[in-house]
Nanobody
């Protein structure tokens, strides 16, 4: 049974940092590219970042470029999202998703994820 479990969310002050993790089980994680998304109350789900199968390539949404960093450790079956210079508008539930796409361009073109985590809440206070 495949599971993605996010952790590391919490409450942080504006300007602070937080690292959320996505741990996979029941799957060979290196076979999947991974995306991070977030969803704030009343808003649509927003793509944040993507990382390729072995971590050689990354891609970021403009809203987080320069502040967030995606990385992975396939030996630990874990993908991370380091979030710096957090703002109140970063408050949301953060989700990871695993994509078994054939090409990086397919990942960037929004290939549907095969698996989703349950999410972790990040709250940034002003």
């Amino acid at each position: 049974q495949v599971q993605l479990v996010e952790s590391g969310g919490g409450l942080v002050q504006a300007g602070g940092s937080l690292r959320v993790s996505c741990a996979a089980s029941g799957v060979t994680f290196s076979s999947y590219a991974v995306d991070w998304f977030r969803q704030a109350p009343g808003k649509e789900r927003e793509f944040l970042a993507a990382i390729s199968w072995r971590g050689a390539r990354t891609y970021y949404a403009d809203s987080v470029k320069g502040r967030f960093t995606i990385s992975r450790d396939n030996a630990k079956n874990t993908v991370y999202l380091q979030m710096n210079s957090l703002k109140p508008e970063d408050t949301a539930v953060y989700y990871c998703a695993a994509i078994r796409a054939q090409t990086w361009s397919a990942v960037l073109n929004g290939a549907s994820p095969d698996y989703w985590g349950q999410g972790t809440q990040v709250t940034v206070s002003s």
